[in-house]
């Protein structure tokens, strides 16, 4: 299903196609909640496709903008290129919360369980990917 099995999927991301061109970030659609984490805002924002990056920043700059080295951070735990690898690489669902089936995609999670205004945290539904 995978040929890198280096990597495993552990949402819905490497299901939907990759797209290459900007989004009009302006549309409500695209808008985080408040207090939405960033991480449950990439998976909402999984249904419209690989996004390289433009959901990260464009959270950051609505809902966590003093967090300037974000994107930075995240390259650092191996999210370097797309919103997919933050899910392969550095956030996984938090099993105490989220019912993942056997290929650990999300079976059932609750909505987000919310992060102080300005966090670029994750809510708990989310922990880091052990190294
Ligand atoms: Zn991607
Ligand atoms: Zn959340």
Known sequence: MFDD???TPTNQFPAYP???EPLDLSEPRFQPHDRECLVCYLQRM???GCARHQFTRH???ISAPRATSLLE???GWGGC???CEIFWNVYVPNPALVDLG???RIVWSPS???VRRGSSQPCELWIRRSQ
């Open 5 to 7: 099995d280096s990597r």
């Open 18 to 20: 990759p797209r290459l």
């Open 46 to 48: 999984a249904d419209y």
């Open 59 to 61: 959270y950051q700059r």
């Open 73 to 75: 951070r995240l390259r």
């Open 81 to 83: 290129c797309c919103e």
């Open 102 to 104: 056997e290929d650990e």
């Open 112 to 114: 987000c369980l919310s």
